[in-house]
């Protein structure tokens, strides 16, 4: 089994920065891409940024030069550095990591349990 365990959220001013992270853990071969979702009250989950293993990112056109997606592969550890935040950013932020338990076998969605990151205007 695969574990995703996350840290950082909280809550902060219009215009200041957090940074959440989020550690994978368990028995597996490889994680193909990890990111971040969140959702807000009576809103859908949108995905806000991705990064793969060859370091390749995508971003939510609404974070673009806001938030930086980063990982380290060694630690199997990815952060959002989300700076400038917004009202709107408020939300529940989901880990997000697609790993591959075994070599040349689909590879398998994860989420951790989510952390709220609030902004106050």
């Known amino acids: 089994q695969v574990q995703l365990v996350e840290s950082g959220g909280g809550l902060v001013q219009a215009g200041g920065s957090l940074r959440v992270s989020c550690a994978a853990s368990?028995?597996?071969?490889?994680?193909?891409?990890m990111g971040w979702y969140r959702q807000a009250p009576g809103k859908q989950r949108e995905l806000v940024a991705t990064?793969?293993?060859?370091?390749?990112?995508n971003y939510l056109d609404s974070v673009k030069g806001r938030f930086t997606i980063s990982r380290d592969n060694a630690k199997n550890t990815v952060y959002l550095q989300m700076n400038s935040l917004k009202p709107e950013d408020t939300a529940v932020y989901y880990c997000?990591?697609?790993?591959?338990?075994?070599?040349?076998?689909?590879?398998?969605?994860?989420w951790g349990q989510g952390t709220q990151v609030t902004v106050s205007s």
């Open positions: 368990g028995r597996f071969f490889s994680i193909n891409a």
């Open positions: 997000h990591a697609r790993v591959l338990r075994v070599r040349e076998t689909p590879a398998v969605d994860y």
């Open positions: 990064i793969i293993i060859d370091g390749s990112t």
